[in-house]
């Protein structure tokens, strides 16, 4: 097969690149490493003033290769633009693999590059490996998580996988010297664009404390908090124990969290060292999102939950009655360490 | 100005029975058996905002689902929410497609049908959750599309205005009909069925499509026009071993402080033996 190499397809975001970007980084050296690919990892990086920090960043996370694709319009993702510019080069180049973070923007584009290509594309993977035949082996959770299934593409190339930010997790540090960074030019590929989108502008949401994908603790909370003024105690437990808050579905459906927060299929996935669970039944859904954090505390009423089965420490109790006791009781030793 | 408007609707099992799915070693398939099938719920939320364009616009509304032959109750429920047609793309041959050879079905299905101003999609299925669908089918239609559309309007007789969930943001964009959008569960409430509506929905066209009444190319259906293939499939175990805290809330409370303690959590000051990573996502240099 002339098919060759494997591609990261790396984010540009408001403060650099998308940290999934790196862990999609170290896990390509890994793939590289296992399969005894020759051709070099290369990232691909498409947005606006990309300067030298940029490639550096890409370097230090493992690229050996660097392909930069600077233009006023890439500035904010639109698919249209995007998927031409990457169905050019990859075409030009004809790589083995490409991987993608499974962010608003890569779970949207990879598979319109997919369809141009007549390729396949394995979606929010959980995991990867390489077979003995070479071929991409991407995991894919399906019903909400509760099932695992290999993907493979073995008849097509390139082989398309997105992945879920936060899930590989590693992030690697290497120390080269420098690597080839190459700028590739889209005029011709813009002057084609038929302008049927046009993307007008990007609003960030406000974000407090810890962000949660980052937080080494997370509280989170779900329906069973049953109340805005029992979320603000959950708020103040987070703060105390300086971590972030997380939530299940129905807390946004409240209005009590913000979308940012929700944990799960269709939120983020989480690794925090400690997970604080309050009135949380235990959905797939949501365990998809936070399985891989180190110790689980669940807090509910109903000891027949089914959170408790996934869950290191188990509370049977009422989140009311707990809270409250918990942050007078964490505020009191407070007074008492001795820095 | 009318608006000629198609519905995709996906047939899943119900999510509230992801629980009691299980796996047959033996054939390496999903038993979904007594799990009902439901409309995808989001599917519910794009045909809802087919139907406010129809209601402020006019025009028509149709469903389209690729399933087998049962799916034509979910079909229903959509014409009696208010769908004025419905079509069901089914045939053997379009059995264990992957997205590409899915939404390559579903374009030849609205090509057949006629010729559509806006197509609408949920984000993501329940069941196989790729979201891959909507980005290929506007691919196959060569019309351009936005996914995780949280909010919408018609600007002008040819373009939508609208607002997309980005990660920690919304983007703003202007797309050109005739388009593809894939709404997002927070765009509206789907209406319930009434009694009145089911009774209507008995009279109105359920059109069955199979791969002769369509104009497809054999090799991009089905199996045969899947890139992907699924090997293994497995249900991972996330059990733990708990310990359970007893005793009175006080005394509970104790017990969990020191044990929180003991994981490294000083008060106030988060955890101790701060481990972060050098390759933080943030800039730091300005
Ligand atoms: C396609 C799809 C995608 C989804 N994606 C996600 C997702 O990404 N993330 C997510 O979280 N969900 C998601 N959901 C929703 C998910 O299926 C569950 O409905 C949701 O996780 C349940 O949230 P919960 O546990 O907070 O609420 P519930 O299931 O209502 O549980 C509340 C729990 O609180 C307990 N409780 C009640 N009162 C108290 C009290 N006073 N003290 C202590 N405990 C109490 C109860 O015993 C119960 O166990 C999705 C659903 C679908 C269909
Ligand atoms: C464990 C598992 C993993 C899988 N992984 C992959 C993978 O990585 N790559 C891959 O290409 N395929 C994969 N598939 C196959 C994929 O689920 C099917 O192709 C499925 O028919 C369509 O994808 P979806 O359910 O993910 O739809 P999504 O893309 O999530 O659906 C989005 C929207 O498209 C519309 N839509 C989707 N399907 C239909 C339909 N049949 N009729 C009408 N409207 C529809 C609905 O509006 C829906 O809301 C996997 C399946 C399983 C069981």
Redesign the interface.
């Known amino acids: 097969m002339t098919h060759q190499g494997i591609w990261v397809v790396a984010e540009q ?1 408001v ?5 999934v970007s ?1 862990e999609l980084l170290a896990k390509a050296r890994e793939l590289k490493e296992q399969g005894r690919v020759q051709a070099p990892v290369t990232a691909v990086l498409l947005g606006e003033n990309l300067d030298d ?1 940029y490639s550096a ?1 890409l370097m ?2 493992g690229a050996e290769t660097i392909i930069l694709v600077d233009h006023p319009a890439l500035r ?5 633009t995007y998927a031409a510019v990457l169905k050019a080069l990859a075409e030009e180049r004809q790589p083995s693999i490409i991987l993608m973070g499974a ?3 890569g ?6 590059l ?3 290509l ?7 993977c959980v995991d990867m490996r390489l077979n003995e035949e070479g071929h991409l ?1 991407a995991v ?5 998580g ?11 190339r390139p082989q398309i996988a997105t992945v879920r ?1 936060g899930i590989l997790g590693k ?3 290497f120390m080269h010297k420098q690597c080839p960074v190459e700028r590739f030019d889209i005029t011709d590929i813009l002057a084609q664009d038929q302008g ?10 406000e ?1 407090k404390g810890v962000p949660l994908e ?1 937080a ?2 997370v509280v989170a909370g779900g329906f069973g908090i049953e109340s805005k003024e029992i979320w603000q105690q959950l708020e103040t437990l987070a703060a ?4 972030a808050v997380g939530c299940t579905r129905p807390p946004l459906d409240e209005g009590w969290a913000k ?2 927060q929700m944990i799960g ?2 939120g983020k996935s989480v690794r925090p ?2 997970y604080i669970g309050v009135g949380i039944s235990g ?3 949501h ?1 998809c999102g936070m ?1 891989d954090a ?4 669940s807090i509910n009423k109903d000891e027949k939950s ?1 959170i ?11 989140a009311a ?2 809270l409250p ?2 942050i007078e ?3 009191k ?2 007074d008492d ?1 001795i820095c | 100005m009318a608006l000629n408007i198609a519905v995709c609707i996906k047939s899943v099992p119900d999510p509230k029975w992801y629980e009691k799915i299980t796996i047959d070693t033996k054939t390496k398939t999903i038993t979904r058996k007594g799990i009902p099938s439901i409309i995808n719920p989001v599917d519910k939320n794009a045909l809802e905002a087919a139907l406010k364009l129809k209601e402020q616009y006019g025009g028509k509304v149709t469903v389209l689902c690729m399933a087998p032959p049962g799916a034509k109750n979910e079909l229903y429920e959509a014409m009696a929410m208010g769908a004025d047609e419905a079509a069901l793309l089914s045939d053997l041959a379009f059995a264990g497609a992957d997205t590409l050879a899915t939404s390559y079905t579903l374009a030849q299905g609205l090509n057949k049908l006629g010729k559509f101003d806006l197509v609408l999609t949920g984000t993501e299925s329940a069941d196989g959750a790729t979201a891959q669908v909507p980005a290929q089918l506007a691919e196959w239609l060569n019309i351009p599309h936005l996914w995780n559309v949280k909010e919408f309007v018609l600007a002008t007789e040819q373009e939508i205005h609208a607002k997309v969930k980005m990660d920690d943001a919304v983007g703003e964009y202007v797309i050109q009909l005739p388009a593809l959008l894939a709404v997002s569960r927070e765009i509206n409430k789907p209406r319930y069925t009434t009694a009145m509506g089911v009774m209507k929905a008995r009279k109105k066209t359920l059109t069955n499509l199979s791969k002769h009444d369509l104009d497809v190319n054999e090799s991009l259906i089905g199996q045969v026009g899947s890139p992907t293939w699924s090997g293994d499939i497995s249900i991972p175990s996330l059990a733990r071993k708990g310990q359970e805290l007893i005793g009175t809330p006080e005394e509970i409370v104790t017990q969990l402080i020191a044990k929180l303690r003991a994981a490294g959590i000083r008060e106030g000051r988060g955890m101790v033996n701060d481990a972060s990573g050098n390759l933080g996502s943030g800039r730091t240099d300005g």
């Open positions: 975001t403060s650099g690149i998308s940290r790196f920090y960043k230090e996370a904010y993702f639109q698919n249209e962010t608003a923007a779970s949207d584009f990879a598979p319109t997919g369809a141009k007549r390729t396949g594309v394995s979606a929010h082996v894919v959770p399906a019903f909400g509760k099932v695992l299934g290999d993907i493979l593409c073995t008849n097509f930010p992030v690697i540090c049927r989108v046009k993307a007008l502008g990007i609003t960030y949401e974000m980052e080494e603790l105390v124990l300086g971590g979308e940012s299929t269709s060292k400690i959905a797939t859904h365990i399985k180190g110790l689980v505390i089914p408790f089965d996934v869950s290191d420490i188990r509370i049977t109790a009422d009655a707990i006791l918990l009781g964490l505020q030793n407070e360490v």
